[in-house]
Protein backbone atom coordinates (compact mmCIF):
# COMPACT_ATOMS: atom_id res chain seq x y z
CA UNK A 1 0.00 0.00 0.00
CA UNK A 2 1.47 3.70 -0.87
CA UNK A 3 1.62 6.39 2.05
CA UNK A 4 -1.48 7.53 3.39
CA UNK A 5 -2.03 10.91 1.61
CA UNK A 6 -5.23 13.36 1.63
CA UNK A 7 -6.51 15.64 -0.74
CA UNK A 8 -4.38 18.28 -0.43
CA UNK A 9 -1.40 16.60 -0.97
CA UNK A 10 -0.36 16.08 2.62
CA UNK A 11 1.57 12.90 3.61
CA UNK A 12 1.07 10.95 7.31
CA UNK A 13 4.03 9.11 8.16
CA UNK A 14 3.86 9.74 12.00
CA UNK A 15 1.42 8.47 14.83
CA UNK A 16 0.64 9.61 17.79
CA UNK A 17 -1.24 6.74 19.45
CA UNK A 18 -2.73 7.73 22.94
CA UNK A 19 -2.92 5.08 25.73
CA UNK A 20 -4.86 6.11 28.63
CA UNK A 21 -6.96 8.95 29.04
CA UNK A 22 -5.86 9.19 33.24
CA UNK A 23 -3.29 11.63 33.72
CA UNK A 24 -1.72 12.53 38.11
CA UNK A 25 -1.37 16.15 37.05
CA UNK A 26 -4.08 18.68 37.29
CA UNK A 27 -2.62 21.43 34.50
CA UNK A 28 -4.63 24.70 34.32
CA UNK A 29 -4.86 24.63 30.47
CA UNK A 30 -6.26 20.96 30.06
CA UNK A 31 -7.72 18.94 33.81
CA UNK A 32 -7.89 21.55 36.19
CA UNK A 33 -10.15 20.09 37.76
CA UNK A 34 -8.34 16.64 37.73
CA UNK A 35 -8.79 13.47 35.89
CA UNK A 36 -12.16 11.73 36.72
CA UNK A 37 -13.17 8.30 34.80
CA UNK A 38 -16.63 8.09 33.05
CA UNK A 39 -17.10 4.17 33.79
CA UNK A 40 -14.70 1.86 34.19
CA UNK A 41 -12.04 2.98 31.09
CA UNK A 42 -11.20 -0.06 28.25
CA UNK A 43 -8.32 1.20 26.95
CA UNK A 44 -6.28 -0.48 23.62
CA UNK A 45 -5.07 -3.48 24.87
CA UNK A 46 -1.07 -4.47 23.66
CA UNK A 47 -2.41 -7.08 21.03
CA UNK A 48 -4.78 -4.54 19.52
CA UNK A 49 -1.76 -2.19 19.31
CA UNK A 50 0.31 -4.44 17.69
CA UNK A 51 -2.43 -4.59 15.42
CA UNK A 52 -2.94 -1.00 14.63
CA UNK A 53 1.09 -0.19 14.36
CA UNK A 54 1.02 -3.19 11.83
CA UNK A 55 -1.25 -1.52 9.98
CA UNK A 56 0.32 1.52 10.38
CA UNK A 57 3.28 0.58 9.23
CA UNK A 58 2.03 -0.86 6.02
CA UNK A 59 0.87 2.25 5.33
CA UNK A 60 3.72 4.17 5.44
CA UNK A 61 4.17 5.36 9.23
CA UNK A 62 7.80 5.34 10.30
CA UNK A 63 7.57 7.62 13.71
CA UNK A 64 5.09 6.85 16.58
CA UNK A 65 4.33 8.96 19.40
CA UNK A 66 2.87 7.13 22.27
CA UNK A 67 0.49 9.99 23.79
CA UNK A 68 -2.07 9.94 27.11
CA UNK A 69 -3.19 11.26 29.23
CA UNK A 70 -0.28 10.41 31.39
CA UNK A 71 0.67 7.60 29.12
CA UNK A 72 3.42 6.23 31.56
CA UNK A 73 0.58 5.70 34.19
CA UNK A 74 -0.07 2.44 32.19
CA UNK A 75 1.62 -0.68 34.53
CA UNK A 76 2.43 -2.59 30.61
CA UNK A 77 3.68 0.79 29.57
CA UNK A 78 7.50 -0.66 29.20
CA UNK A 79 5.80 -3.30 26.95
CA UNK A 80 4.00 -1.29 25.08
CA UNK A 81 7.28 0.50 23.92
CA UNK A 82 8.70 -3.11 23.11
CA UNK A 83 5.50 -3.77 20.99
CA UNK A 84 6.37 -1.24 18.80
CA UNK A 85 10.05 -1.81 18.69
CA UNK A 86 9.15 -4.72 17.63
CA UNK A 87 7.73 -3.49 13.69
CA UNK A 88 10.95 -3.19 11.87
CA UNK A 89 9.24 -0.32 9.94
CA UNK A 90 9.20 1.85 12.89
CA UNK A 91 12.25 3.82 12.38
CA UNK A 92 11.51 6.52 15.91
CA UNK A 93 9.78 5.47 18.90
CA UNK A 94 8.63 9.03 21.12
CA UNK A 95 6.59 9.39 23.96
CA UNK A 96 5.38 12.84 25.65
CA UNK A 97 4.99 12.68 29.43
CA UNK A 98 5.03 14.88 32.84
CA UNK A 99 8.50 13.39 33.72
CA UNK A 100 7.23 12.12 37.46
CA UNK A 101 8.57 8.42 36.50
CA UNK A 102 11.24 9.60 34.21
CA UNK A 103 13.80 9.46 36.92
CA UNK A 104 13.53 5.86 38.16
CA UNK A 105 12.69 4.21 34.62
CA UNK A 106 14.42 6.37 32.04
CA UNK A 107 16.93 3.57 31.37
CA UNK A 108 14.13 0.81 31.08
CA UNK A 109 12.39 2.80 28.57
CA UNK A 110 15.58 3.25 26.31
CA UNK A 111 16.77 -0.37 26.40
CA UNK A 112 12.90 -1.18 25.07
CA UNK A 113 13.24 0.73 22.39
CA UNK A 114 12.31 4.55 23.39
CA UNK A 115 14.83 7.01 21.61
CA UNK A 116 13.18 10.87 21.93
CA UNK A 117 11.11 11.86 24.69
CA UNK A 118 8.85 15.53 25.84
CA UNK A 119 8.80 16.11 28.84
CA UNK A 120 6.28 18.78 29.95
CA UNK A 121 7.74 21.76 31.43
CA UNK A 122 5.48 24.49 32.29
CA UNK A 123 8.06 26.95 34.18
CA UNK A 124 11.35 26.62 35.57
CA UNK A 125 9.78 28.55 38.78
CA UNK A 126 9.18 25.35 41.39
CA UNK A 127 6.10 27.65 43.05
CA UNK A 128 4.77 28.48 39.24
CA UNK A 129 5.33 24.90 37.95
CA UNK A 130 3.40 23.76 41.17
CA UNK A 131 0.35 26.58 40.21
CA UNK A 132 0.14 25.42 36.29
CA UNK A 133 0.22 21.90 37.34
CA UNK A 134 -1.32 21.33 40.70
CA UNK A 135 1.63 18.93 41.60
CA UNK A 136 4.68 19.90 43.90
CA UNK A 137 6.81 17.86 41.48
CA UNK A 138 9.63 19.96 39.77
CA UNK A 139 12.65 18.77 41.75
CA UNK A 140 11.16 15.22 40.20
CA UNK A 141 10.51 15.98 37.23
CA UNK A 142 13.72 18.07 36.58
CA UNK A 143 16.00 14.85 38.39
CA UNK A 144 13.78 12.87 35.89
CA UNK A 145 15.15 14.99 32.65
CA UNK A 146 18.78 14.32 33.84
CA UNK A 147 17.83 10.84 33.90
CA UNK A 148 16.82 10.79 30.35
CA UNK A 149 20.28 12.70 29.02
CA UNK A 150 22.23 10.12 31.11
CA UNK A 151 20.31 7.35 29.13
CA UNK A 152 21.36 8.34 25.99
CA UNK A 153 18.36 9.21 24.21
CA UNK A 154 18.19 10.90 20.48
CA UNK A 155 16.58 13.61 21.80
CA UNK A 156 14.76 15.23 24.55
CA UNK A 157 12.73 17.72 24.27
CA UNK A 158 11.26 20.09 26.80
CA UNK A 159 7.16 21.19 26.21
CA UNK A 160 5.90 24.09 27.84
CA UNK A 161 2.57 25.74 26.70
CA UNK A 162 2.83 29.78 26.56
CA UNK A 163 0.72 31.39 29.21
CA UNK A 164 0.47 35.23 29.98
CA UNK A 165 0.40 35.92 33.31
CA UNK A 166 1.83 32.77 34.51
CA UNK A 167 5.02 31.79 33.00
CA UNK A 168 4.97 34.80 30.31
CA UNK A 169 8.54 35.65 32.12
CA UNK A 170 10.41 32.37 32.54
CA UNK A 171 12.03 32.83 28.95
CA UNK A 172 15.44 34.01 30.17
CA UNK A 173 15.24 30.99 32.76
CA UNK A 174 14.78 28.72 30.10
CA UNK A 175 17.74 30.44 27.60
CA UNK A 176 19.89 29.94 30.69
CA UNK A 177 18.94 26.61 30.99
CA UNK A 178 19.65 25.45 27.38
CA UNK A 179 23.10 27.95 27.35
CA UNK A 180 24.77 24.20 28.13
CA UNK A 181 22.55 22.01 27.96
CA UNK A 182 22.00 19.93 25.01
CA UNK A 183 17.74 19.87 24.99
CA UNK A 184 15.42 21.40 22.64
CA UNK A 185 12.79 23.71 24.22
CA UNK A 186 9.06 23.59 22.51
CA UNK A 187 7.45 26.39 22.99
CA UNK A 188 3.45 25.65 22.36
CA UNK A 189 0.88 28.89 21.93
CA UNK A 190 -2.28 28.09 24.11
CA UNK A 191 -5.00 26.55 22.17
CA UNK A 192 -9.09 27.73 22.51
CA UNK A 193 -10.68 24.60 23.41
CA UNK A 194 -14.59 24.05 23.73
CA UNK A 195 -14.83 24.78 27.17
CA UNK A 196 -12.48 26.88 27.96
CA UNK A 197 -12.90 30.45 26.12
CA UNK A 198 -12.51 32.02 29.65
CA UNK A 199 -9.07 30.81 29.82
CA UNK A 200 -7.61 31.11 26.69
CA UNK A 201 -8.60 34.86 26.47
CA UNK A 202 -7.11 35.37 29.74
CA UNK A 203 -4.04 33.60 29.33
CA UNK A 204 -3.42 33.42 25.10
CA UNK A 205 0.02 34.50 24.41
CA UNK A 206 1.13 34.48 20.47
CA UNK A 207 3.63 31.96 19.55
CA UNK A 208 4.79 35.19 17.67
CA UNK A 209 5.75 37.77 20.08
CA UNK A 210 8.48 34.98 21.47
CA UNK A 211 9.47 34.62 17.67
CA UNK A 212 10.25 38.62 17.79
CA UNK A 213 12.16 38.20 20.99
CA UNK A 214 14.70 35.50 19.88
CA UNK A 215 15.30 36.85 16.41
CA UNK A 216 15.97 40.33 18.14
CA UNK A 217 18.76 38.20 20.13
CA UNK A 218 20.36 36.83 17.14
CA UNK A 219 18.22 33.64 16.92
CA UNK A 220 18.59 32.01 13.56
CA UNK A 221 15.44 29.60 11.96
CA UNK A 222 16.42 26.41 10.77
CA UNK A 223 16.00 25.00 7.47
CA UNK A 224 12.28 23.01 7.62
CA UNK A 225 13.06 19.30 8.02
CA UNK A 226 10.40 16.79 6.70
CA UNK A 227 9.98 15.69 10.74
CA UNK A 228 9.28 18.92 11.80
CA UNK A 229 5.79 19.06 11.09
CA UNK A 230 4.01 22.78 11.51
CA UNK A 231 7.31 23.11 14.33
CA UNK A 232 9.29 26.08 13.31
CA UNK A 233 12.68 25.46 14.96
CA UNK A 234 15.71 27.80 15.87
CA UNK A 235 18.95 27.76 16.70
CA UNK A 236 21.90 29.73 18.27
CA UNK A 237 25.51 29.59 18.11
CA UNK A 238 26.24 30.59 21.48
CA UNK A 239 23.74 27.38 22.64
CA UNK A 240 23.86 23.80 22.82
CA UNK A 241 20.12 23.62 23.08
CA UNK A 242 17.53 24.42 20.61
CA UNK A 243 13.97 26.48 20.43
CA UNK A 244 10.86 25.24 18.77
CA UNK A 245 7.79 27.05 18.35
CA UNK A 246 4.46 25.71 17.82
CA UNK A 247 1.52 28.80 16.67
CA UNK A 248 -1.40 26.93 15.43
CA UNK A 249 -3.20 30.30 14.68
CA UNK A 250 -0.23 30.81 12.29
CA UNK A 251 -1.23 31.33 8.72
CA UNK A 252 -0.69 27.86 6.39
CA UNK A 253 0.07 26.23 10.18
CA UNK A 254 -2.08 23.15 8.81
CA UNK A 255 0.18 22.98 5.42
CA UNK A 256 2.94 21.02 7.03
CA UNK A 257 0.63 18.50 8.75
CA UNK A 258 2.19 15.03 8.98
CA UNK A 259 0.49 13.23 11.76
CA UNK A 260 -2.74 11.41 12.87
CA UNK A 261 -3.75 10.72 16.20
CA UNK A 262 -5.67 7.37 17.26
CA UNK A 263 -7.47 7.83 21.19
CA UNK A 264 -6.68 5.34 23.65
CA UNK A 265 -9.69 3.68 22.87
CA UNK A 266 -9.45 3.40 19.18
CA UNK A 267 -10.56 6.77 17.75
CA UNK A 268 -8.63 7.82 14.70
CA UNK A 269 -8.76 11.77 14.87
CA UNK A 270 -7.66 13.56 11.70
CA UNK A 271 -7.47 16.78 13.96
CA UNK A 272 -7.24 17.95 17.20
CA UNK A 273 -10.18 19.68 16.44
CA UNK A 274 -13.64 19.67 14.66
CA UNK A 275 -14.52 15.90 14.30
CA UNK A 276 -15.57 13.23 17.27
CA UNK A 277 -12.98 10.58 15.23
CA UNK A 278 -13.85 7.16 13.95
CA UNK A 279 -14.06 3.87 15.52
CA UNK A 280 -11.40 1.79 14.57
CA UNK A 281 -11.49 -0.67 17.05
CA UNK A 282 -13.35 -3.38 15.57
CA UNK A 283 -10.79 -3.57 13.14
CA UNK A 284 -7.92 -4.26 15.72
CA UNK A 285 -8.89 -7.61 16.91
CA UNK A 286 -6.96 -9.72 14.40
CA UNK A 287 -3.62 -9.47 11.81
CA UNK A 288 -6.44 -10.40 8.83
CA UNK A 289 -8.52 -7.95 9.49
CA UNK A 290 -5.90 -5.42 8.65
CA UNK A 291 -7.02 -4.88 4.35
CA UNK A 292 -10.32 -3.40 5.93
CA UNK A 293 -8.65 -1.29 8.20
CA UNK A 294 -6.24 -0.09 5.67
CA UNK A 295 -9.30 0.80 3.79
CA UNK A 296 -11.22 2.40 6.30
CA UNK A 297 -7.81 4.58 7.21
CA UNK A 298 -7.83 5.56 3.61
CA UNK A 299 -11.91 6.28 3.09
CA UNK A 300 -11.37 8.69 6.18
CA UNK A 301 -8.53 10.70 4.98
CA UNK A 302 -10.55 11.57 1.95
CA UNK A 303 -12.71 13.55 4.78
CA UNK A 304 -9.65 15.33 6.04
CA UNK A 305 -9.96 19.54 5.72
CA UNK A 306 -7.60 21.58 4.89
CA UNK A 307 -7.26 23.32 7.96
CA UNK A 308 -8.70 23.20 11.75
CA UNK A 309 -10.53 26.75 11.61
CA UNK A 310 -9.22 28.04 14.74
CA UNK A 311 -8.16 31.25 13.45
CA UNK A 312 -12.33 31.27 12.50
CA UNK A 313 -12.89 30.72 16.38
CA UNK A 314 -14.34 27.26 15.50
CA UNK A 315 -12.65 25.01 18.66
CA UNK A 316 -14.32 21.79 17.79
CA UNK A 317 -15.49 19.18 20.17
CA UNK A 318 -12.46 18.63 21.75
CA UNK A 319 -12.95 19.60 25.74
CA UNK A 320 -9.04 19.13 27.29
CA UNK A 321 -6.37 17.80 24.77
CA UNK A 322 -5.85 15.28 27.17
CA UNK A 323 -8.47 13.20 25.62
CA UNK A 324 -6.82 12.33 22.31
CA UNK A 325 -3.49 12.51 23.80
CA UNK A 326 -2.80 16.47 22.30
Known sequence: MSQLQDNFGRKFHYLRMSVTDVCNFKCSYCLPDGYHPDGKPSFLTLS?????????????????????????????????????????????????????????HAKEWFDAGLRRINVSVDSLDPRMF?????????????????????????RVK????????????????????????????????????????????AHHLPGSDI????????????ARSAEDGPAQNFSHSDYQGRIGLIMPYEKNFCASCNRLRVSAKGKLHLCLFTEQGLDLRDLLQSPDQRPELLSRLEGQLNLKKET???????????????????
Open 48 to 104: EMENLIGAFAEAGTRKVRITGGEPTLRKDFTDIIRVIAGNPAISTIATTTNGYRLEK
Open 130 to 154: YQITGENKFDTVMRGIDAALEAGFE
Open 158 to 201: INAVLLKGLNDKDLPRFLHWIKNTPIDLRFIELMETGLGRDYFQ
Open 211 to 222: RDRLMAEGWQLD
Open 308 to 326: HYLHQGITGVTQHLASIGG
